[in-house]
T-cell receptor, first 114, second 116 residues
Framework: NAGVTQTPKFQVLKTGQSMTLQCAQD?????MSWYRQDPGMGLRLIHY???????DQGEVPNGYNVSRSTTEDFPLRLLSAAPSQTSVYFC?????????????FGPGTRLTVT | AQTVTQSQPEMSVQEAETVTLSCTYD???????LFWYKQPPSRQMILVIR??????QNATENRFSVNFQKAAKSFSLKISDSQLGDTAMYFC?????????????FGKGTKLTVNP
């Protein structure tokens, strides 16, 4: 049981490049979310999904795209990377309403945009 | 919108002593959950303790306990018998119980150092 996995662990991009951060879970959780962590800012929600085919925006969605075609995967796409997107990105999953409300976090991806 | 405030950017404590981390929040919701997460240097986010707002009894997990004051919108974390492995960033977080989105709102964190 791998839990929540994220790839890659580290990535360096040039301004304007695009890439996809991968998140996968094997816990059959309904809910998946993407957060970014900046120094002194705590974690902020980018996008989330309450099930396959359903996504919505969080607090800081600009510059990011998501889709959820399967229960297991929730990729985060950077369309045209900017230095302001330099951050650590965390994927999280949870079972859904009326359950434990505990969120399980992946190990994070450190992204640097130059 | 909900906000979470952690007023102590950094704290330190001697091994085996007790330390309390502060957290206040602002919400108009009546039903919600509060969490403390630990982030050690490995970067992994680890749930320490959870409190349901409808429960008056303060949550406890081994050496970790909370002081939940709903009227004051305060949710502090007490760590007893501090250990070197408790050195980490600690984040307070809020989640609405209704709505189904399970969105966490985090504070900015408190960096705790346990000294030998």
């Amino acid at each position: 049981n791998a839990g929540v996995t994220q790839t890659p662990k580290f990535q360096v991009l040039k301004t304007g490049q695009s890439m996809t951060l991968q998140c996968a879970q094997d816990m059959n959780h309904e809910y998946m979310s993407w957060y970014r962590q900046d120094p002194g800012m705590g974690l902020r929600l980018i996008h989330y999904s309450v099930g396959a085919g359903i996504t919505d925006q969080g607090e800081v969605p600009n510059g990011y795209n998501v889709s959820r075609s399967t229960t297991e995967d929730f990729p985060l796409r950077l369309l045209s990377a900017a230095p302001s997107q330099t951050s650590v990105y965390f994927c999280a999953t949870s079972q859904g309403p009326a359950k434990t409300y505990e969120q399980y976090f992946g190990p994070g991806t450190r992204l640097t945009v130059t | 919108a909900q906000t979470v405030t952690q007023s102590q950017p950094e704290m330190s404590v001697q091994e085996a002593e007790t330390v309390t981390l502060s957290c206040t929040y602002d919400t108009s919701e009546n039903n919600y959950y509060l969490f403390w997460y630990k982030q050690p240097p490995s970067r992994q986010m680890i749930l320490v303790i959870r409190q349901e707002a409808y429960k008056q009894q303060n949550a406890t997990e081994n050496r970790f306990s909370v002081n939940f004051q709903k009227a004051a919108k305060s949710f502090s974390l007490k760590i007893s018998d501090s250990q070197l492995g408790d050195t980490a960033m600690y984040f307070c977080a809020f989640m609405k119980a209704q709505g189904g989105s399970e969105k966490l709102v985090f504070g900015k964190g408190t960096k705790l150092t346990v000294n030998p």
